[in-house]
């Protein structure tokens, strides 16, 4: 049972930074097709932060991709041991705040998607 555990969240000034992480027990990132953020602020659907791919290569790529409105300001990457996954924000603006929910894709032809319970990210001055 893949459980996604995130942590990081908080209240921070306009351009201010948090980072968040997300990781799975048992599993390393080469156990998803992808992995990534997504966020939902009240009243919105949730929408794509942040994501990055897995490819089935020789050697192994991995594909990242942004939102156009956190691009140059928001970054994903893993940690050296490649089980979590973190999002470094940066540059926070009062309409970054929303839920951010950790995702990952599972392999496989008919891929599961699992989610994070979600953590909160406020920015407010």
């Known amino acids: 049972q893949v459980q996604l555990m995130e942590s990081g969240g908080g209240l921070v000034q306009p351009g201010g930074s948090l980072k968040l992480s997300c990781g799975a027990s048992?599993?390393?990132?080469?156990?998803?097709?992808?992995m990534g953020w997504y966020r939902q602020a009240p009243g919105k659907e949730r929408e794509l932060v942040a994501s990055?791919?897995?490819?089935?290569?020789?050697?192994?790529?991995?594909?990242?991709n942004y939102a156009d409105s956190v691009k140059g300001r928001f970054s994903i990457s893993l940690d050296n041991a490649k089980t979590v996954v973190l999002l470094q924000m940066d540059g926070l603006k009062l309409e970054d705040t929303a839920v951010y929910y950790c995702?990952?894709?599972?392999?496989?032809?008919?891929?599961?998607?699992?989610w994070g319970q979600g953590t909160q990210v406020s920015v407010s001055s």
């Open positions: 995702h990952a894709k599972s392999w496989g032809s008919t891929p599961v998607d699992y």
């Open positions: 048992g599993f390393t990132f080469s156990s998803f097709a992808a």
């Open positions: 990055m791919t897995n490819l089935r290569m020789a050697p192994p790529r991995i594909i990242t």
